[in-house]
Nanobody, 125 residues
Framework: QLQLVESGGGLVQPGGSLRLSCGASGFTLANYAIGWFRQAPGKEREGVSCISGRGGYTDYVDSVKGRFTISRDNAKNTVYLQMNSLKPEDTAVYYC??????????????????WGQGTQVTVSS
Protein backbone atom coordinates (compact mmCIF):
# COMPACT_ATOMS: atom_id res chain seq x y z
CA GLN A 1 0.00 0.00 0.00
CA LEU A 2 1.35 3.39 -1.03
CA GLN A 3 1.31 5.80 1.87
CA LEU A 4 2.71 9.17 2.92
CA VAL A 5 2.97 10.06 6.58
CA GLU A 6 3.65 13.52 8.00
CA SER A 7 5.09 14.17 11.44
CA GLY A 8 6.60 17.00 13.44
CA GLY A 9 3.63 19.29 13.89
CA GLY A 10 2.68 20.84 17.19
CA LEU A 11 2.13 24.01 19.17
CA VAL A 12 4.83 26.67 18.99
CA GLN A 13 5.08 30.30 20.01
CA PRO A 14 5.41 33.05 17.40
CA GLY A 15 9.01 33.29 16.26
CA GLY A 16 9.62 29.62 17.00
CA SER A 17 10.59 26.75 14.73
CA LEU A 18 9.33 23.33 13.74
CA ARG A 19 10.59 20.72 11.33
CA LEU A 20 8.02 18.64 9.50
CA SER A 21 8.89 15.28 8.02
CA CYS A 22 7.20 13.40 5.20
CA GLY A 23 7.94 9.71 5.01
CA ALA A 24 6.75 7.11 2.56
CA SER A 25 5.92 3.45 2.63
CA GLY A 26 5.29 1.27 -0.37
CA PHE A 27 7.18 3.46 -2.84
CA THR A 28 10.40 5.38 -3.34
CA LEU A 29 10.17 9.12 -2.85
CA ALA A 30 13.21 9.72 -5.07
CA ASN A 31 10.98 9.18 -8.11
CA TYR A 32 8.59 11.93 -7.07
CA ALA A 33 8.45 15.62 -6.55
CA ILE A 34 7.12 16.37 -3.07
CA GLY A 35 4.91 19.29 -2.23
CA TRP A 36 3.95 20.68 1.13
CA PHE A 37 0.47 22.17 1.30
CA ARG A 38 -1.49 23.69 4.14
CA GLN A 39 -5.11 24.33 4.90
CA ALA A 40 -6.37 26.70 7.55
CA PRO A 41 -9.98 26.59 8.79
CA GLY A 42 -12.32 28.13 6.25
CA LYS A 43 -9.59 28.52 3.63
CA GLU A 44 -8.58 26.60 0.56
CA ARG A 45 -5.59 24.31 0.58
CA GLU A 46 -2.54 26.18 -0.67
CA GLY A 47 0.89 25.14 -1.84
CA VAL A 48 3.67 26.16 0.54
CA SER A 49 6.80 24.60 -0.88
CA CYS A 50 7.87 21.86 -3.23
CA ILE A 51 11.00 20.03 -4.31
CA SER A 52 11.71 18.06 -7.47
CA GLY A 53 12.40 14.34 -7.41
CA ARG A 54 16.11 14.88 -7.98
CA GLY A 55 16.18 17.73 -5.49
CA GLY A 56 17.63 20.32 -7.83
CA TYR A 57 14.54 22.48 -8.05
CA THR A 58 12.61 24.02 -5.18
CA ASP A 59 9.86 26.58 -4.93
CA TYR A 60 8.14 28.51 -2.15
CA VAL A 61 5.03 30.59 -1.84
CA ASP A 62 5.94 34.24 -1.24
CA SER A 63 4.60 34.29 2.32
CA VAL A 64 7.19 31.73 3.51
CA LYS A 65 10.24 32.70 1.46
CA GLY A 66 13.24 33.25 3.71
CA ARG A 67 11.57 31.43 6.61
CA PHE A 68 10.89 27.89 5.35
CA THR A 69 13.37 25.48 3.78
CA ILE A 70 12.49 22.26 2.02
CA SER A 71 14.99 19.43 1.67
CA ARG A 72 15.05 15.73 0.97
CA ASP A 73 17.09 12.75 2.04
CA ASN A 74 16.35 10.07 -0.51
CA ALA A 75 18.45 7.54 1.39
CA LYS A 76 15.99 7.91 4.26
CA ASN A 77 13.01 8.18 1.90
CA THR A 78 12.05 11.41 3.68
CA VAL A 79 11.37 15.03 2.81
CA TYR A 80 11.63 17.79 5.38
CA LEU A 81 10.16 21.24 5.80
CA GLN A 82 12.12 23.39 8.22
CA MET A 83 9.92 26.24 9.39
CA ASN A 84 11.54 29.17 11.20
CA SER A 85 10.21 32.51 12.42
CA LEU A 86 6.73 31.07 12.58
CA LYS A 87 3.76 33.42 12.60
CA PRO A 88 0.18 32.91 13.77
CA GLU A 89 -0.93 32.99 10.14
CA ASP A 90 1.13 29.83 9.53
CA THR A 91 -1.38 27.93 11.66
CA ALA A 92 -2.90 25.16 9.54
CA VAL A 93 -2.95 21.47 8.85
CA TYR A 94 0.11 20.69 6.74
CA TYR A 95 0.04 17.95 4.13
CA CYS A 96 2.73 16.42 1.99
CA UNK A 97 1.97 15.04 -1.43
CA UNK A 98 3.83 13.18 -4.18
CA UNK A 99 3.86 14.01 -7.90
CA UNK A 100 5.71 11.99 -10.54
CA UNK A 101 8.10 14.77 -11.59
CA UNK A 102 11.89 14.49 -11.47
CA UNK A 103 13.23 17.87 -12.58
CA UNK A 104 10.68 20.39 -11.36
CA UNK A 105 7.67 20.72 -9.09
CA UNK A 106 4.38 22.59 -9.20
CA UNK A 107 1.87 24.02 -6.73
CA UNK A 108 -1.20 22.71 -8.50
CA UNK A 109 -2.62 20.22 -6.04
CA UNK A 110 -4.48 18.44 -8.81
CA UNK A 111 -1.14 17.24 -10.20
CA UNK A 112 -0.33 15.27 -7.05
CA UNK A 113 -1.05 11.57 -6.93
CA UNK A 114 -0.56 10.67 -3.29
CA TRP A 115 -1.36 12.56 -0.10
CA GLY A 116 -0.65 12.18 3.57
CA GLN A 117 -3.27 12.68 6.26
CA GLY A 118 -1.77 15.90 7.56
CA THR A 119 -0.18 17.23 10.71
CA GLN A 120 -1.45 20.19 12.72
CA VAL A 121 0.77 23.23 13.18
CA THR A 122 -0.45 25.84 15.65
CA VAL A 123 1.43 29.08 16.21
CA SER A 124 0.14 30.87 19.26
CA SER A 125 1.32 32.54 22.42
Amino acid sequence: QLQLVESGGGLVQPGGSLRLSCGASGFTLANYAIGWFRQAPGKEREGVSCISGRGGYTDYVDSVKGRFTISRDNAKNTVYLQMNSLKPEDTAVYYCAADALLNLCVFSRHDYDYWGQGTQVTVSS
